[in-house]
């Protein structure tokens, strides 16, 4: 039995509790989650501070509908994942379609960020046009990142599951930052765009 | 004969240092805490002050409040184990 655990020690023999794979991206969530807490609260001080109200005045219009749209998508693809974990507890092998379909619609979301990127851009909201860009870049920009490294991350647990080397852990970390990735977006969405 | 050193006393600097500090407040009004006065910039202040300060107790709560409910679970399949394996006791006829 591996001993990179946490285990629970009682009067028999230990037992696994979690694992560290687990308990290091948990830990690795916290510390991020502390991040976004950071970045949310100085964009709701500054959007309280602004004199002429929110968004400023001539400034472009964020896709509300479109982003709603991609918001689905990202959604789908946590339940995708999920259902990938099912799957994987019953068949191991299984789990390769959902979690190709988890990736597939994270990475429609990040590439649909991008094309609407170049939209903002194009009708001039920059980072360093005014607060509004600023503050729209760098949350939805460090979302962005870490909606890429999750798919790294979801691609090297598929590799893994192609070459029959993917343990439980491992999908279990991975499904801890992905959900994190995911459950954090709809609080981002509202915060930014409504 | 050397010229008389100009030196300020200790009392002269605890005087120098009093009055820098009593210039500060008047620094500190300039922020957007105090010199705004807006109800609303007020409350986003108040509102993060506690969203930032519940954040962290949340989350490390929620792993700690986990953690216990896996150890609660792993110990009881733990004993279930045992009681499956426990050699059954011979009957006495």
Redesign the interface.
């Known amino acids: 039995m591996s001993d990179r655990t946490l285990r629970l020690v009682g009067a028999g023999p230990s037992r696994q509790l979690v694992s560290n794979a687990v308990l290091g991206m948990l830990i690795l969530v916290v510390a991020e989650l502390m991040m976004f807490s950071g970045l949310i609260s100085a964009f709701v001080i500054v959007e309280a501070a602004a004199p002429g109200g929110w968004p400023p005045p001539n400034q472009p219009r964020l896709p509300v509908t479109e982003t709603a749209f991609n918001t689905f998508a990202l959604l789908l693809s946590g339940v995708a994942l999920f259902y990938a974990d099912r799957c994987f507890r019953k068949l191991r092998r299984s789990a390769a379609k959902p979690l190709a379909a988890a990736m597939f619609l994270g990475a429609f979301f990040v590439v649909f960020q991008g094309v609407e990127w170049w939209q903002l851009l194009s009708e001039g909201l920059t980072v360093t046009s005014n607060t509004h860009g600023s503050f729209f870049y760098l949350i939805v920009g460090m979302h962005a990142l870490h909606a890429i490294a999750g798919l790294m991350v979801l691609l090297n647990v598929w590799i893994r599951l192609a070459q029959r080397r993917l343990d439980g852990s491992t999908l279990a970390a991975a499904q801890v930052f992905w959900y994190f990735v995911v459950g954090l977006w709809p609080v981002l969405y509202a915060l930014v765009y409504l | 004969m050397s010229a008389p050193e100009c030196r300020l006393s200790r009392l002269g600097w605890i005087a120098v240092a009093v009055l820098a500090v009593a210039a500060v407040p008047e620094l500190a009004q300039a922020c ?1 805490v105090c010199g ?1 006065g ?1 109800e ?2 007020r ?3 108040l ?2 002050t506690l ?2 300060s519940v ?2 107790l949340l ?2 709560g929620g ?1 700690v409040v986990w ?1 216990r409910h ?2 609660r679970v ?2 009881l ?2 004993r279930e184990a ?1 009681i499956d394996t426990s050699p059954i006791p011979a009957r006495s006829t």
């Open positions: 957007a705004a807006r609303e910039n409350m986003a202040f509102l993060t969203f930032l954040v962290p989350a490390i792993i953690l896996r150890a792993v110990a399949e733990a045992d």
